[in-house]
């Protein structure tokens, strides 16, 4: 099946930093999400982005599906914006109807 | 517009036990998917339920099963329960016939402990 990798694994910023998060796939997809888990577990929706660029206030994410990556940025972090980031894909080749999760990036913003 | 909602909250059985989970979708929404999220790693994809049927399945075994009522909401059951199974299990709903944009909308999730 596909494979999501993402990185950095683990980021610690303090308030106001910038940063960008990557996540690399194996195959084609035709659909890929970003969410950001809070520490009780929900997961929010922040972009669907099989391809393009999009932004919404301090984050934007661009994905470049011909060269299979996607870049989550974030800016003028928040402590709030601690908390877990996944990239999550579906393979356009016929496979799972569900999505595909990496393993997620640990972001801690520090005030 | 209500979200996607999930009981119960937390839930604790023993070794071998059966339990059942259950999904009310996102107002609107058609389909229902079932993940499993273990500490420290990203969610798996176990079924998706649509029209009332399993659609298409993850590596799962079928101590998995699950169920789609006419409302659209959604059950989980998992059989023989194994420590193993401990675990954040996540519902998450979409529209099927905007299946080239879909998003998929997650539920708070069901925390389970087998002891």
């Known amino acids: 099946g596909i494979q999501v990798e993402q990185s950095p694994p683990d980021l610690i910023l303090q308030e106001g930093a910038n940063s960008t998060l990557r996540c690399n796939f194996s195959?084609?997809?035709?659909?890929l999400q970003w969410f950001h888990q809070n520490p009780w577990g929900q997961l929010i929706n922040l972009f669907y982005?099989?391809?393009g660029t999009k932004q919404n206030g301090r984050l934007s994410a661009t994905t470049v599906a011909t060269e299979r990556y996607s870049l989550l940025y974030i800016s003028s972090s928040q402590t709030t914006d601690s908390g877990v980031y996944f990239c999550?894909?579906?393979?356009?080749?016929?496979?799972?109807?569900?999505?595909?999760f990496g393993k997620g990036t640990h972001l801690i913003i520090q005030p | 517009d209500a979200g996607v909602t999930q009981s119960p909250t937390h839930l604790i059985k023993t070794r071998g036990q059966q339990v059942t989970l259950r999904c009310s979708p996102k107002?609107?929404?058609?389909?229902v998917s079932w993940y499993q999220q273990a500490l420290g790693q990203g969610p798996q994809f176990i079924f998706q339920?649509?029209?009332?049927?399993?659609?298409q399945r993850g590596n799962f075994p079928d101590r998995f099963s699950g169920h789609q009522y006419p409302n659209y909401s959604s059950e989980l059951n998992v059989n023989a329960l194994l420590l193993g199974d401990s675990a954040l299990y996540l519902c998450?709903?979409?529209?099927?016939?905007?299946?080239?944009?879909?998003?998929?909308?997650f539920g708070p999730g069901t925390r389970l402990l087998v002891l």
């Open positions: 998450a709903s979409s529209l099927i016939p905007l299946i080239t944009q879909e998003t998929q909308y």
């Open positions: 195959d084609s997809v035709n659909n």
């Open positions: 982005i099989p391809s």
């Open positions: 999550a894909v579906r393979d356009s080749g016929g496979g799972a109807d569900g999505l595909t």
């Open positions: 107002s609107g929404h058609d389909t």
């Open positions: 339920y649509y029209e009332e049927e399993e659609r």
